[in-house]
């Protein structure tokens, strides 16, 4: 079968499809102007921050914030036996309440 012919376009037809390209085109250049913009300003904040760590020694700082995560770790499993515990003393309790009003 041999392959399809187009059919013949017209001059407004053509003005159409070129209009709606160069729309197109122009709102590319724009979201890419965007993006640049966004990756730039992103680039500078981080060297902004970068720049104040110049003067602080980098293993101390991982250092203390192992360390201050040691302690944050063992005040976790003290909450977690405290919140047993708790349970366990307001199960007994409940048990108890349920006793005494059978016998009302």
Known sequence: MPPKRKAPTTDE???????K??????AVKRSRVKSKQRTEETQQ???AKSDKLVGVN????LKSSDEEEDDEEGSDEEKASSRKNKSKAGS????SKAGSSSKS
């Open 58 to 61: 980098l293993a101390e700082l």
């Open 92 to 95: 007994s309790r409940s048990s």
């Open 21 to 26: 390209r160069n729309r197109n085109n122009e």
């Open 45 to 47: 904040k981080a060297q």
């Open 13 to 19: 037809d053509d003005d159409d499809y070129r209009k």
